[in-house]
């Protein structure tokens, strides 16, 4: 215990951990908001922040909410066909363009820029996760027996695969033509995990599976892929941070090029508010789903840890050093079960202040929580600690020391 530099109530003080009081909170570092990102991420953080307080008031009167197909969603999937079919309709005219005013310049380039930009839009399957590795059945048979008791009990039909990623993340997929639907989760997020976290992590992404919440977007998907490349194309924030020459010429055309963003910015606004309230829905929805089988305290405290990235880069930047008596698995699951009570509190704290959550698609994660605060659901199923044990040993044995690789190169990729 020491006292607080700000308002002298003696502190809880944890090694290796930020030194913050929660009587003040002084020294609670609360990010500031984030700007960057693709037009996309930019236009729905502004929906998050105006229009997240509204929709969770009428989910927290109303839970059916959100189960319910909206209008919105049948208007969403109406629009993304008209873009579609605009792409479509301007890569056939600028084909003809090409071959009937081909001595015109203007319309040359304006036809080649068209024909680009609608080949770059083309509609093509996922990729598989980057850096992630399949589990299989071969050597991995303890973990998919218990993934696919999980999977069961959330009513999935058979048919879902798990991969593990070396990032600090976990989401619901699809990949190639035939869209194999994949669980991803993250080796550093996995052994961070407690059993009934785990669990919590599972249910929550399976019941996007169960819901069909990626197929249901591809039409959307389709159409936000097209608006986001032009607006990419325009964007006239890329480069603003350059240091700014005037000159006549580059005034004029950033001024025509903020004209011409305008157009596909606003047309990807009006598919972001028809779409929002859907996918923030299936959040709260796959949520509650969750919560009803692996219980909302464990739900509760997944949460939590998903936004530990300062717990975990130091513990990867000590491996990318040195060699350590332990791997990075055992070395995130040792500090995370020794987490202080205190650090939790201090990053809900923070996610109140900040508006974070886990990626632009999820609400704000202080409001998920305190949804799922509204009903205490106790866990119905939870993974056991032999159980976790067995995964956590057989991802020991098979992939070790690929992924712990791959997250130790990623890491020095990203100082370089
Ligand atoms: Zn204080
Ligand atoms: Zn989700």
Redesign the pocket.
């Known amino acids: 215990m020491k006292p607080c530099p700000s308002c002298g109530v003696q502190i809880e003080v944890n090694e290796g951990y930020p030194f913050w009081c929660e009587h003040c909170n002084w020294n609670l570092a609360v990010p500031s908001k984030e700007r960057q990102g693709t037009a996309w991420e930019r236009l729905e953080r502004k929906m998050r922040d105006t229009y997240g307080q509204a929709l969770f008031k009428q989910l927290q009167d109303s839970p059916v909410l959100a189960t319910k197909q909206g209008m919105s969603e049948r208007v969403a999937s109406a629009y993304s066909l008209v873009v579609i079919g605009c792409s479509v309709a301007g890569f056939l005219f600028s084909l003809f363009g090409l071959v009937t005013w081909y001595h015109s310049p203007f319309i040359l380039i304006s036809c080649l820029l068209i024909l680009l930009l609608a080949w770059l839009s083309r509609p093509r399957p996922h990729l598989f996760p980057k850096k992630a590795i399949l589990l299989n059945a071969d050597e991995h048979p303890t973990t998919m027996k218990i993934f696919e008791t999980v999977a069961e009990k959330m009513g999935v039909e058979k048919g879902i695969q798990f991969a593990l990623s070396p990032y600090y993340e976990a989401?619901?997929s699809e990949y190639g033509w035939r869209r194999g639907r994949i669980v991803v989760i993250g080796y550093p997020l996995l052994f961070a995990c407690t059993p009934g976290e785990l669990t919590a992590l599972l249910a929550?992404?399976l019941a996007?599976c169960r819901n069909n919440d990626i197929r249901r977007s591809a039409l959307v998907s389709h159409a936000q892929r097209i608006l986001l490349n032009w607006c990419h194309f325009l964007d006239p924030i890329r480069d603003e941070d350059d240091e700014y020459h005037f000159s006549f010429i580059a005034t004029f055309s950033r001024w025509i090029m903020r004209l011409l963003f305008w157009f596909p910015y606003r047309l990807l606004a009006v598919l972001i508010h028809l779409y929002w309230n859907q996918s923030q829905r299936?959040?709260y929805e796959?949520d509650r789903m969750a919560a009803q089988l692996a219980g909302s305290r464990n739900l509760i405290s997944l949460l939590q840890i998903t936004h530990m990235n300062d717990v975990v880069e130091p513990l990867i930047a000590r491996h990318s050093l040195q060699k350590q008596n332990m791997t990075l698995g055992q070395h995130l699951h040792e500090t995370f079960s020794k987490l202080p009570e205190k650090e939790k509190m201090r990053i809900l704290r923070i996610l109140e202040r900040s508006q974070q959550s886990?990626d632009t698609?999820?609400p704000a994660t202080h409001m998920r929580i305190a949804m799922l605060l509204l009903k205490d659901a106790p866990p119905a199923y939870q993974i056991s600690d032999g159980e976790y044990n067995k995964v956590c040993q057989e991802m020991t044995d098979h992939v070790q020391e690929k992924m712990e690789h791959r997250i130790i190169d990623d890491y020095r990729a990203k100082l370089a």
């Open positions: 989401y619901t929550h992404e996007h299936a959040e796959a886990m698609t999820h």
